[in-house]
């Protein structure tokens, strides 16, 4: 559990990813309760993201837990989850939203994402279980949260909680606004590959998008 409120970001614990932003970090003014900040820059496709070490499995049922907040809650790009690896980590796992499809170099996966550059305006749950896609659909196994007045609201605190059973994964959204969004997929990831937490997010046009992490969990069975 990392709720950040040392003056510095834990480096050991934590890797950064940047385009032309501000990288995640303890603000010179502190946030109440301990947060880091970060900025995705006025670069259209700009990103920022942060994430840990490859050293979890769904195997040994591992979940994650984050609460953040986003100033701008249109042209943006979120995606957060568990990944293995990617050959950018300033690009996205998932490719595509509207057809589901992954790419930049992951092998296992399981990330709710949005991109309001796409046709499809709500986040959905997407994962990958060693090649073998198995993409968000309607109903039980999609994340229904749209962006938005009607969904994501600027600068209110949101938390994203993940669990991986095996192969199989849960996730739950509190939106912040007395609404919590579910999804859950029994063939998602390999449970025996290990995946590393992942938070991502990217400004879809040339507005800056100023995130906050309050704090972020990972667990795991010894």
């Not at 510095?8 to 032309?20: E, G, P």
């Not at 290990?194 to 906050?212: A, Q, Y």
Request: glycine fraction near 10%.
């Amino acid at each position: 559990f990392d709720d950040f409120t040392y003056d510095t970001l834990n480096r050991d614990r934590w890797t950064l990813a940047v385009d032309d932003g501000t990288t995640f970090a303890i603000p010179a003014t502190p946030i109440r309760g301990g947060a880091i900040r970060g900025a995705t820059g006025t670069t259209d496709d700009a990103a920022i993201a942060i994430y840990g070490a490859p050293i979890w499995l769904g195997d040994q049922n591992c979940g994650m837990e984050a609460r953040f907040r986003i100033d701008v809650v249109t042209g943006l790009s979120v995606e957060m989850g568990f990944i293995d690896l990617a050959t950018d980590f300033t690009l996205p796992v998932v490719t595509d939203v509207d057809t589901p499809a992954t790419g930049n170099g992951v092998g296992d996966c399981a990330v709710i994402h949005v991109d309001t550059d796409q046709t499809r305006q709500t986040f959905a749950l997407v994962t990958l279980g060693s090649g073998s896609l198995a993409a968000a659909g309607v109903g039980d196994d999609d994340i229904t949260m749209a962006l938005g007045s009607a969904g994501l609201a600027a600068d209110t605190w949101m938390k994203f909680r993940m669990q991986l059973a095996g192969n199989s994964v849960i996730v739950n959204m509190d939106d912040g606004q007395a609404a919590t969004h579910n999804g859950y997929r029994v063939t998602a990831i390999e449970g025996g590959t290990l995946v590393r937490p992942w938070l991502f997010f990217r400004t879809r046009n040339t507005t800056t998008k100023v995130v906050d992490v309050d704090y972020i969990a990972t667990w795991a069975d010894r």
